[in-house]
Every structure is written in structure tokens, then in C-alpha cells.
């Protein structure tokens, strides 16, 4: 957290105390997932940001130029021509051949994550060259460790055509008022579901499929759909396998589903005048410490994992072994029991030049037991907008003014504002380096940031139902605290399709 104005160059975004003493252990190996499952042992390196890199960063679009082949002087009517007429039509063959073949494999694209009834920026720009969010190009037409061509799938028919699972992880939502969205390969978009049929068995068993331990409630909510899913009898199928394509609702109810009873605050009160957070007021907020010392921020948001940013896991940085996470406390000082980390995984369009997808989640050794000062963060529903001029806050044990050497012992939180991108993007301020996984919030005046030690962090707003949810990954930033160049965090909407494909993979 600061509040300064000072024009040195910011330090690295963490600090690590070294424990050469920390015994060795044993634990899986980092690992980079693509969205098809294909396991990459590499780890992004963090680069550390030149601040007038950052600010004349440029989108470049590399295009792929074909150039027709010369064309053969014609034979007229002199005798030799290579071959006469049947080679001529020969390498005519060759070519519609070859043509076709690559009509056929090489330019196609595939995207898993197609956009349905979407709304706000989510619509924008899928076409951006620079994420490849949208398509991605499969030159093999089959993934390294699926033997399974895209055109032979189905995407979300309740069926696992691939080894990792990976076509049926991006099939389940949360829109407005946390109503259940399913998508099918019956309809394709995504659809509420009805409540009839519904019990806590049935919504143990889909919050299971994402990743968590159970649910935690259900609802019949009122739905003006033209169209919705009717529930099969329940069987050990995924959810989008037990849901048929239907006119309407009984009664038009739809589900309403919480996995976890999150976002809630067990004090607000806060020290007058001060910054300092009372022991229960952030519980998701956790410490991520390096061989002993504090590296990076992270928010609990279900029993098993925790959400921070890639950066923090850079190739030195990166064994499950070395990390210690620490819940349910706001001083560095206070002894605790460690919680182990079992497996890092790092967005697999995670780029250390840019901080784009800046978005890792951990996956713990054991689950966390919630209580009054260890609760998760919401995670926000896939069109929830946090709109310019809102106050958030943000938390973290980082350095309380730019250049100092040392974080906070103390858990510290600050008020900050929600920044329009078309602003933060301006030339003054970040001069276009700021994606649509990205988001801005802070004061334009300087005085309220995050800083060191607080990467990984969250930016959490709070909802209309009282609850906070967690808006933004503390990312990146020129400075502390200074006039135009506020926070910059990554856009947990842009990216929670992501965390719950994610969490379902790695399911305890």
C-alpha cells in the first residue's frame, strides 16, 4: 500500500527473503497448461517492466503472406514442354491436392472459448492478435497428448473425448443473481437451467464438477427465458450431459447456485484515521512466502486453491516445495501453521513482456477449514461490471512507500477507484499497454496504490448483495502512488472462464 508522490523508478514488484535453510521437499513440478491440456514444463520469466517500454507498447499483428507461385512461360507449339500433357495434368492434381489439403488443415481455427450472449467488453475484441483468446490455430489438427481430432468432438456433451478433459471444462457459468448458466451441444449458447428436479445432492454434485468441495446453497429464482434446460434424473454424468433443451420453466423458476458462502466480512471496523485491517476483515487474503520470506499476495477462493498473479512464479521461483501459504492472519509477525502447496499452474497465455494474462492458481496440498477470520472471496459472475468511478479496496503486506526495502508487517488496505481503460490507456498515462485482461483503479492525483509485495493481491468490490468480489489481481504498475499512473490488475472477468476450466481439471 502507499501514499507518496516520489519520482524514483519503482523496484521489482517482490521481495524475497532467501531461507537457505528451508529443507527440500517433494512436490509436483510447475506446469503451464494450454487450453487443449497440453502440459509444458517452461515457466514464464518476469521481466521487469522499463517504464518507456510501458508506455509506447504497440499491439504488432504478424500476418501470414502467401505468394502465388511464378507463373511458366507458355510451351506455345514448340515440342518439349516437361513432360507433354499428362504431367501438366499431373501437377495440376498435385496442386487442387494440395490446395485442399491445406483449406483443410492449415487455415482452420478452433476456439473453445466461443462468446454466447455476451455482454460489455467480453464482446469487443476476440479478435485481438496479440491474446489469441479467440482462435487459436491447430496446425496437427490434434493435441500432443489426445489422440482425438476437433472435428471428431463435441464441446460440452457431457462426453470426455479428451484425455485431460479439456472439452468439457468450459460449460458451466454464473450470470446475475449467481442463476446457473449450462451450455450444451444440443443448443450451443449458454442456458439457465430449471429449478424442478433440483435437490442438494444434484448441486453438491455440479459445484463438485468446478472444483469445489460441495455447495453451499440453492434457490428458485424467476426467469423470462424463451428458452432453458430441464434436468435429467441425477447419474454420475457431468452437468451438461443431464439437461435437455426445453421451451420453458415450471413456473419459470431457474436455479440459483452458491458454491461457497464467500465474500462476507467478519468485522468491518476499521483503525480511525489509520490503514491498518482488523483481523477478519479481509479473511480471503493470504501470504505467499518464498523460502521464508513474503513474496506475493494471493485471495482464497474455494477450500483447495488459491488465485494470485504469474508473475510471482517466475523459473527461479518456481517449485511447489518452496512456497508456504499463510490464511487467516494480519501480521507477519504472528506464528502460524504453514499450508502446503501441491501444484502451481500459470495461465498458458501468460506474457512476461506485456504482464497480459497475469493469472496463476494454486492448488493446495489440503483443504483449507473456513472460520471467522478464513473465508473465500466471491469470484464475479461472467457479466458482472465494475463500473468507472467505483470504490474498491485493495489489501496486501507490501511496502508502504515506493523504494522501500522492506514490506509491511502488517496486513494494510486502501481505498481505490475504478479507472476508465480508455482513460488509463491515454498517452499520459500507460500509452496503450493496457489489454482487455486488464484494469486500472487507484487515484489519477496519486497518494492510493498497491505496491511492492502486494502483486498477487486482490482489488475487491462489493456487490449489491453486501458481498465483496474480486475484481482485479494486483499486477503491475510505474511507480507508487504517483499522478497518472495508477494500478493496473488483471481483469478477473476476463478470466474467471479460465479459473473455473482450471479448478475443474484439478479437482481434489
Known amino acids: 500500500m502507499a501514499d507518496n508522490d516520489t519520482k524514483d523508478l519503482p523496484p521489482p514488484y517482490y521481495s524475497v527473503a532467501v531461507d537457505p535453510q528451508t529443507p527440500p521437499m517433494t512436490y509436483e513440478e510447475v506446469i503451464c497448461q494450454d487450453r487443449y491440456g497440453v502440459t509444458q514444463k517452461t515457466v514464464p520469466y518476469y521481466v521487469q517492466k522499463d517504464p518507456a517500454q510501458v508506455q509506447v507498447s504497440a499491439v504488432i499483428v504478424t500476418q501470414r503472406v502467401v505468394v502465388p507461385p511464378k507463373r511458366q512461360e507458355s510451351c506455345g507449339r514448340r515440342g518439349k514442354c516437361w513432360g507433354g500433357w499428362g504431367s501438366v495434368l499431373f501437377v495440376l492434381l498435385l496442386i487442387g491436392l494440395a490446395i485442399?489439403?491445406?483449406?483443410?488443415y492449415g487455415s482452420k481455427s478452433y476456439s473453445v472459448h466461443y462468446e454466447d450472449n455476451c455482454k460489455g467488453e467480453d464482446c469487443k475484441e476476440n479478435d485481438d492478435p496479440?491474446?489469441?483468446?479467440?482462435?487459436?490455430?491447430?496446425?496437427?489438427?490434434?493435441?500432443?497428448?489426445?489422440?482425438?481430432?476437433?472435428?471428431?468432438?463435441k464441446l460440452c456433451d457431457g462426453i470426455k473425448d479428451l484425455q485431460s478433459a479439456s472439452d468439457e471444462t468450459d460449460c458451466v457459468r454464473f450470470g446475475e443473481g449467481d442463476v446457473l448458466q449450462v451450455r450444451t451441444a444440443q443448443d450451443g449458447r449458454f442456458l439457465p437451467v430449471c429449478y424442478q428436479g433440483l435437490d442438494k445432492s444434484y448441486a453438491d454434485q455440479i459445484c463438485?464438477?468446478?472444483?469445489?468441495?460441495r455447495s453451499y446453497a440453492s434457490s428458485a429464482v424467476n426467469s423470462e427465458m424463451s428458452k432453458a434446460l430441464t434436468l435429467e434424473s441425477r447419474s454420475d454424468k457431468l452437468i451438461q450431459g443431464l439437461v435437455n433443451v426445453s421451451q420453458s420453466c415450471l413456473n419459470n423458476k431457474t436455479v440459483s447456485l452458491e458454491c461457497t458462502d464467500c465474500g462476507k466480512q467478519q468485522s468491518a471496523s476499521r483503525i480511525i484515521g489509520g490503514t491498518a485491517s482488523k483481523l477478519g476483515q479481509w479473511p480471503w487474503q493470504v501470504s505467499l512466502r518464498f523460502n521464508g520470506g513474503h513474496a506475493c499476495g494471493g485471495s482464497l477462493i474455494s477450500p483447495d486453491f488459491v488465485v494470485s498473479a504469474a508473475h510471482c512464479f517466475k523459473s527461479s521461483m518456481a517449485s511447489p516445495g518452496n512456497w508456504r501459504v499463510y490464511v487467516g492472519t494480519i501480521s507477519q509477525n504472528t506464528p502460524q501453521t504453514p499450508l502446503l502447496v501441491k501444484k502451481i499452474i500459470v495461465n498458458e497465455n501468460y506474457n512476461?513482456?506485456?504482464?497480459?494474462?497475469?493469472?496463476a492458481l494454486l492448488k493446495l496440498t489440503s483443504p483449507v477449514a473456513f472460520s471467522e477470520t478464513i473465508q473465500p472471496v466471491c469470484l464475479p459472475r461472467f457479466d458482472q461490471i465494475f463500473s468507472d468511478g467505483l470504490e474498491c479496496r485493495t489489501s496486501g503486506f507490501g511496502t508502504t512507500q515506493e523504494a522501500a526495502a522492506l514490506g509491511s508487517t502488517i496486513l494494510m488496505d486502501v481505498a481505490v477507484t475504478v479507472i476508465d481503460t480508455l482513460e488509463c490507456n491515454n498517452s499520459r498515462v500507460y500509452g496503450g499497454a493496457i489489454t482487455k485482461n486488464m484494469m486500472c483503479a487507484g487515484d489519477m492525483n496519486g497518494g492510493r496504490d498497491s505496491c511492492q509485495g502486494d502483486s498477487g493481491g486482490p482489488l475487491m468490490c462489493k456487490g449489491d448483495n453486501e458481498r465483496w468480489y474480486l475484481a482485479g489481481i494486483t499486477s503491475w504498475g510505474i511507480g507508487c502512488g504517483q499522478r497518472q499512473k495508477p494500478g493496473v490488475y488483471s481483469r478477473v472477468t476476463s478470466l474467471v472462464p479460465w479459473i473455473y476450466s482450471t479448478m475443474q481439471q484439478e479437482k481434489p
Open 208 to 213: 463438485e464438477q468446478l472444483g469445489f468441495r
Open 130 to 153: 496479440q491474446t489469441n483468446d479467440s482462435h487459436e490455430t491447430n496446425d496437427s489438427h490434434e493435441t500432443n497428448d489426445d489422440h482425438k481430432t476437433y472435428d471428431d468432438m
Open 100 to 104: 485442399w489439403l491445406g483449406v483443410r
Open 352 to 359: 512476461s513482456n506485456t504482464n497480459d494474462y497475469d493469472i
